[in-house]
């Protein structure tokens, strides 16, 4: 699987478990640690840490797991980090002060609902 399709179809995932506002954004021409970034909300501390876990869960079936996840205690913000797709996970609050879109505004972001 590429890093464009692993980076959809976590997408989907995080869509599929009622996610907000997700973004895709390809990073890939713009630094070295990775090739995309996914930007996601979720409602609650709950949510939050249900869309890492489902993250999780799924790709570890497929045998990826992650170089690394920060943040699931306070869960204001996990990221999760599979090499060239780097998940961030946001409380809305969180997102609104970070502004990764907004740092990252020359990123295309990538569609991943009509890539079916």
Do not use: C, N
């Amino acid at each position: 699987m590429t890093p464009k399709e692993r980076a959809v179809q976590i997408a989907r995932i995080l869509d599929e478990k009622k996610a907000l506002d997700i973004k895709v954004l390809h990073i890939g021409d713009l630094t070295s640690i990775g090739d995309y970034f996914i930007v996601a909300t979720g409602t609650s501390t709950t949510q939050v840490k249900a869309l890492s876990d489902e993250v999780d869960r799924v790709l570890s079936s497929e045998g990826l797991e992650p170089k690394r996840i920060e943040g699931f205690q306070g869960a204001s913000w996990i990221l999760m980090d599979y090499y060239d797709v780097i998940v961030h996970i946001f409380q809305k609050e969180t997102r609104e002060f970070y502004q990764l879109e907004r740092l990252w505004a020359d990123a295309p972001e990538i569609p991943f609902l009509e890539e079916k």
